[in-house]
């Protein structure tokens, strides 16, 4: 079973930059997929950035050119890069891990992101 963290969740004026980071407690250089998805109140989870084990990034529309998904094979960790923050980003982002074989994939507990001024 595969434990993920996040962290730099926080409360961001408009315009404003955050990185989140995703911990893992064990090696991700063998998972398929690595994800970062959010939750506003209301509304149903989506999917925001999915980088592959080869590297390759995906990325919803709303938040092309803003947010950039990366991953460190070497510390185990994904992190998402998120400017021009704007008050819709508003949400619990949430880690996901998903491999080809596994029963399900696996989630962090969220980081709140908060954009207002």
């Known amino acids: 079973q595969v434990r993920l963290v996040e962290s730099g969740g926080g409360l961001v004026q408009p315009g404003g930059s955050l990185t989140l980071s995703c911990a893992a407690s064990?090696?991700?250089?063998?998972?398929?997929?690595m994800g970062w998805y959010r939750q506003a109140p209301g509304k149903q989870r989506e999917a925001v950035a999915i980088?592959?084990?080869?590297?390759?990034?995906t990325y919803a529309l709303s938040v092309k050119g803003r947010f950039t998904i990366s991953r460190d094979n070497a510390k185990n960790t994904v992190y998402l890069q998120i400017h021009s923050l704007k008050p819709e980003d508003t949400a619990v982002y949430y880690c996901n891990a998903n491999k080809v074989g596994w029963p399900s994939s696996y989630w962090g507990q969220g980081t709140q992101v908060t954009v207002s001024s």
């Open positions: 980088i592959t084990k080869g590297g390759s990034a």
């Open positions: 064990e090696s991700i250089s063998s998972i398929d997929q």
